[in-house]
């Protein structure tokens, strides 16, 4: 069990690829890797998420996996956007206020 489990983390790390966001054309837009900030329409509260990829996603740390429902209704969207996300929870809406490459 332990050996199989390292044999997939071995292959984790063999097919990762580092991606510097700050060197992608974005055009402004939400892609993968940017952080954006949003705010939640029905809280008005302000919450920061940074699109990642599978391995790297913990929504406790605001770490969205890009084609989950969130990740997938943010890409390609840009500054000053309304989005809707159908999650398991039901839909909630945002409003983009901020993009960012770090």
């Known amino acids: 069990m332990i050996e199989g489990r390292i044999v997939a983390i ?6 990762a690829n580092v991606i510097d966001v700050t060197k992608i054309e974005n055009a402004g837009k939400v892609i993968f890797g940017s952080t954006v ?4 329409l029905e809280t ?7 699109l990642v990829g599978q ?13 989950s429902p969130i990740g997938k209704a943010f890409i390609g969207k840009d500054k000053g956007e309304m989005v809707t996300v159908s999650a398991p929870s ?13």
């Open 10 to 15: 071995n292959d984790i790390i063999a097919r």
């Open 37 to 40: 900030m949003v705010k939640d």
């Open 44 to 50: 008005n509260k302000k919450i920061s998420y940074k």
């Open 55 to 67: 391995d790297e996603a913990d929504i406790k740390k605001n770490l969205v996996f890009f084609r």
């Open 90 to 102: 039901g839909e909630r809406n945002f409003e983009i206020l901020n993009v960012e490459y770090v």
